[in-house]
């Protein structure tokens, strides 16, 4: 079976009613709720393996509470809510792409994830808010009293991106209602850890603490929840076990999300990932080369050595604008792939001669296996005379070199090994993970994701996971449309350079927010060349296996062609971006 792929296990009581079952679905067309047509393909397993999920606990500081309202209240509050009224309305805004939304006493800005403390919103809180409010206080389920609310409507399909509320906009406490339906909304903590808990119709989500500040919280756009079959609509975490899930039909929910301005910096007890506190946090830049160097080695070189069987089990599909350059090229054409992991592109064009390099022995062993050429060396040193190939390609490497120097460094070795008139492919991970208002197979693929819940140690500090972080700093600026280097190097797109493995680590399947990351590698134990990899449970696994971090530094727009234009006796032909990464095509004159 492909690695990385959702699959359907059912478990019949007779060989008979099985054999019947196949021949009835293998093969039959069907319709899903979104109207695609789905094949059906079965198979016969003589077992499925899956390994059991651990009791799991809600996230530090979070609490549910049901049936916080009465039917009547909610109804009054969802009436109290007028969707069709004058857009000059100081509370309207248009609807967003998956929902709508309202805001009250302040209204909350999507472009910059804040508030503008000194331009409240005419008429505070809806009235039929203060009642409801009060009470809370008086019961002790909310220790502020809110002066801003955001009320969304989400017809079924549609969720939230995964996301933190802004630690300087609003203060610890943050609540929601939900009206009309119930949900489930996935928290995902750093460490890539994923617990999803349902939020019955009426009940009033609490976030405080570790849960408001450090843990993601989002839902899945989607028209089915699964949930517990035992448990009915209550709520709590949705768990793994296979005989307790069932499907429940979404139905329009109505959420009201108090919050309390914060009109003092955030002084929480997460300076590294707090943006309040990070401002206060000098830039830390290398001291040699010697010091990205050794970055690269721990976060780049041994990791890939370590994770090579399981990588190489989830790159198997050649992108088809790589597919392209390299069935241009002509017969009996040189050409190197100066990175080339498992050789996935090695053995594209049977007419080509490829060969390929890594600085990864084991990803080159799992080459040699394919019976592909391919060697070990640094890409900033490849051992190819000057001159000898008509092309090269570098997919997916130049990102993982810690400073801007090292990145040209790998260009002008590209450029080295190039004939004149040859062409060299480059792809690097793009910062903008949506451009043009389409987001990146990364980001989309986040639904998948969201069911291989994968988990850490439960004995992991947070403290543990943050030890190495440090926050960006400076302020984003955009970037020229012909821009220099050096423009990126001192000012563009909060670039810098790195150091002591300071950075923040990356939530996967989401946007990036700083240049230079660490990107966590969730490994799944491979018991040995040719065994399958097992894999998880419905939720996930209690021992899913270490965690690595590589090191990436993402381009932003035009960064990459200006590392390009700082080459001599090169040409650009093309700049293009494709399922979130940023490529040139360049040519040695």
């Given at each position: 079976?492909?690695?990385?792929?959702?699959?359907?296990?059912?478990?019949?009581?007779?060989?008979?009613?099985?054999?019947?079952?196949?021949?009835?679905?293998?093969?039959?067309?069907?319709?899903?709720?979104?109207?695609?047509?789905?094949?059906?393909?079965?198979?016969?397993?003589?077992?499925?393996?899956?390994?059991?999920?651990?009791?799991?606990?809600?996230?530090?500081?979070?609490?549910?509470?049901?049936?916080?309202?009465?039917?009547?209240?909610?109804?009054?509050?969802?009436?109290?809510?007028?969707?069709?009224?004058?857009?000059?309305?100081?509370?309207?805004?248009?609807?967003?792409?998956?929902?709508?939304?309202?805001?009250?006493?302040?209204?909350?800005?999507?472009?910059?994830?804040?508030?503008?403390?000194?331009?409240?919103?005419?008429?505070?809180?809806?009235?039929?808010?203060?009642?409801?409010?009060?009470?809370?206080?008086?019961?002790?389920?909310?220790?502020?009293?809110?002066?801003?609310?955001?009320?969304?409507?989400?017809?079924?399909?549609?969720?939230?991106?995964?996301?933190?509320?802004?630690?300087?906009?609003?203060?610890?406490?943050?609540?929601?209602?939900?009206?009309?339906?119930?949900?489930?909304?996935?928290?995902?903590?750093?460490?890539?850890?994923?617990?999803?808990?349902?939020?019955?119709?009426?009940?009033?989500?609490?976030?405080?603490?570790?849960?408001?500040?450090?843990?993601?919280?989002?839902?899945?756009?989607?028209?089915?929840?699964?949930?517990?079959?035992?448990?009915?609509?209550?709520?709590?975490?949705?768990?793994?076990?296979?005989?307790?899930?069932?499907?429940?039909?979404?139905?329009?929910?109505?959420?009201?999300?108090?919050?309390?301005?914060?009109?003092?910096?955030?002084?929480?007890?997460?300076?590294?990932?707090?943006?309040?506190?990070?401002?206060?946090?000098?830039?830390?830049?290398?001291?040699?080369?010697?010091?990205?160097?050794?970055?690269?080695?721990?976060?780049?070189?041994?990791?890939?050595?370590?994770?090579?069987?399981?990588?190489?089990?989830?790159?198997?599909?050649?992108?088809?604008?790589?597919?392209?350059?390299?069935?241009?090229?002509?017969?009996?054409?040189?050409?190197?792939?100066?990175?080339?992991?498992?050789?996935?592109?090695?053995?594209?064009?049977?007419?080509?001669?490829?060969?390929?390099?890594?600085?990864?022995?084991?990803?080159?062993?799992?080459?040699?296996?394919?019976?592909?050429?391919?060697?070990?060396c640094d890409a900033l040193a490849v051992p190819i005379r000057s001159g000898s190939c008509d092309a090269c390609i570098s997919i997916a490497v130049i990102h993982h070199f810690a400073t801007a120097e090292r990145r040209v460094a790998a260009l002008q070795e590209l450029v080295r090994l190039l004939r004149?008139?040859?062409?060299?492919?480059?792809?690097?991970?793009?910062?903008?993970?949506?451009?043009?208002?389409?987001?990146?197979?990364?980001?989309?693929?986040?639904?998948?994701?969201?069911?291989?819940?994968?988990?850490?140690?439960?004995?992991?500090?947070?403290?543990?996971?943050?030890?190495?972080?440090?926050?960006?700093?400076?302020?984003?600026?955009?970037?020229?449309?012909?821009?220099?280097?050096?423009?990126?190097?001192?000012?563009?797109?909060?670039?810098?350079?790195?150091?002591?493995?300071?950075?923040?680590?990356?939530?996967?399947?989401?946007?990036?927010?700083?240049?230079?990351?660490?990107?966590?590698?969730?490994?799944?134990?491979?018991?040995?060349?040719?065994?399958?990899?097992?894999?998880?449970?419905?939720?996930?696994?209690?021992?899913?296996?270490?965690?690595?971090?590589?090191?990436?530094?993402?381009?932003?727009?035009?960064?990459?062609?200006?590392?390009?234009?700082?080459?001599?006796?090169?040409?650009?032909?093309?700049?293009?971006?494709?399922?979130?990464?940023?490529?040139?095509?360049?040519q040695k004159v």
């Amino acid at each position: 079976m492909p690695p990385n792929k959702p699959y359907s296990f059912v478990r019949y009581k007779t060989v008979e009613e099985s054999k019947k079952a196949y021949d009835t679905l293998n093969g039959k067309e069907i319709v899903d709720d979104l109207g695609q047509k789905i094949i059906l393909y079965l198979n016969f397993v003589e077992k499925a393996q899956w390994k059991e999920l651990g009791l799991q606990a809600l996230p530090p500081g979070l609490m549910v509470i049901e049936e916080i309202i009465s039917s009547e209240d909610e109804k009054m509050l969802l009436e109290s809510v007028n969707w069709t009224e004058d857009t000059d309305n100081h509370n309207f805004q248009k609807s967003l792409k998956h929902r709508r939304v309202k805001h009250f006493g302040y209204e909350f800005r999507y472009e910059n994830n804040h508030v503008d403390k000194d331009k409240p919103l005419p008429g505070g809180l809806p009235d039929i808010c203060d009642s409801i409010l009060e009470k809370w206080l008086k019961e002790g389920f909310i220790k502020h009293k809110p002066d801003q609310l955001t009320v969304n409507q989400y017809e079924p399909g549609h969720g939230i991106p995964a996301h933190v509320d802004t630690h300087s906009a609003f203060e610890d406490e943050i609540v929601s209602l939900s009206l009309g339906a119930e949900i489930v909304m996935d928290f995902k903590h750093p460490g890539g850890v994923t617990v999803p808990i349902m939020l019955p119709c009426r009940s009033l989500l609490v976030m405080t603490g570790e849960s408001r500040y450090l843990w993601t919280h989002g839902i899945t756009p989607r028209k089915f929840d699964t949930v517990q079959a035992s448990r009915g609509h209550k709520s709590g975490i949705i768990t793994g076990d296979v005989e307790d899930l069932t499907l429940s039909k979404r139905g329009i929910r109505t959420s009201f999300t108090f919050r309390k301005v914060r009109q003092t910096p955030c002084n929480c007890s997460y300076p590294l990932v707090c943006d309040s506190q990070m401002k206060e946090t000098p830039t830390s830049f290398p001291e040699s080369d010697k010091e990205a160097s050794q970055l690269e080695q721990e976060y780049v070189h041994q990791v890939y050595e370590e994770i090579a069987r399981h990588f190489s089990s989830t790159r198997h599909t050649p992108w088809p604008h790589i597919v392209e350059f390299l069935k241009a090229l002509p017969s009996g054409s040189l050409v190197a792939d100066i990175g080339c992991g498992n050789g996935k592109y090695l053995g594209i064009n049977k007419e080509l001669y490829m060969i390929g390099c890594d600085h990864s022995q084991n990803l080159v062993d799992i080459c040699r296996e394919k019976h592909y050429q391919a060697f070990v060396c640094d890409a900033l040193a490849v051992p190819i005379r000057s001159g000898s190939c008509d092309a090269c390609i570098s997919i997916a490497v130049i990102h993982h070199f810690a400073t801007a120097e090292r990145r040209v460094a790998a260009l002008q070795e590209l450029v080295r090994l190039l004939r004149p008139g040859g062409k060299a492919l480059i792809y690097v991970w793009a910062m903008e993970q949506e451009y043009n208002k389409k987001k990146s197979k990364y980001l989309r693929e986040n639904r998948i994701s969201q069911g291989k819940k994968e988990e850490i140690s439960s004995d992991t500090s947070v403290q543990e996971l943050l030890v190495k972080q440090m926050p960006d700093v400076g302020n984003q600026d955009s970037a020229p449309s012909v821009p220099s280097i050096n423009d990126f190097q001192d000012r563009g797109c909060n670039s810098r350079e790195v150091t002591n493995s300071k950075l923040p680590i990356h939530t996967n399947r989401t946007s990036f927010h700083s240049q230079d990351v660490l990107v966590p590698w969730h490994l799944k134990e491979n018991p040995g060349k040719g065994k399958p990899i097992e894999p998880f449970g419905p939720l996930g696994s209690h021992d899913p296996g270490p965690v690595f971090h590589r090191y990436y530094h993402v381009f932003c727009e035009g960064e990459m062609v200006a590392a390009c234009q700082t080459l001599s006796n090169i040409s650009i032909l093309q700049s293009y971006y494709d399922q979130g990464n940023w490529c040139v095509i360049l040519q040695k004159v």
